[in-house]
């Protein structure tokens, strides 16, 4: 994303990108929502990890799949909500750069010269 915001502004002859709140905007919304995003799926591995190893004394497991589904739910939903962020920032990302392309001036390239084969 950062190779973006770079190279944008340049390809259409412009200093900078249209804004940069929204290229902050962006950061943190990204940010939040992957550590959200990884922090739940974390905790939920584990979770339903130790659900499966658990055993009875007869040798069976101790919780059904519905009952480990059932404990797991909560942090997909919150994994839900941290891809919701991490997709608002992308969307703020395609605004700032269609508003940066939309400001771009018409610009001659100059084409070097290729040399003739001998």
């Known amino acids: 994303m950062g190779s973006i915001y770079y190279l944008v502004p340049r390809l259409y002859g412009q200093a900078q990108m249209y804004s940069k709140k929204a290229i902050e905007l962006h950061f943190w919304l990204a ?36 009952e480990a589904v059932k404990a797991t739910h909560p942090f997909y939903i919150i994994r ?15 605004w700032n750069v269609l508003k940066t392309a939309a400001m771009g001036q018409h610009v001659r390239a100059k084409i070097p010269a290729t040399l003739a084969h001998a």
């Open 31 to 66: 940010t939040i929502g992957v550590v959200l995003y990884i922090t739940a799926m974390w905790i939920s591995g584990v979770t339903e990890g130790l659900m499966w190893r658990a055993m009875n004394d007869d040798g069976t497991l101790t919780y059904t799949f519905v």
């Open 80 to 94: 839900m909500f941290g891809g919701m962020l991490y997709l608002s920032g992308m969307l703020i990302m395609l």
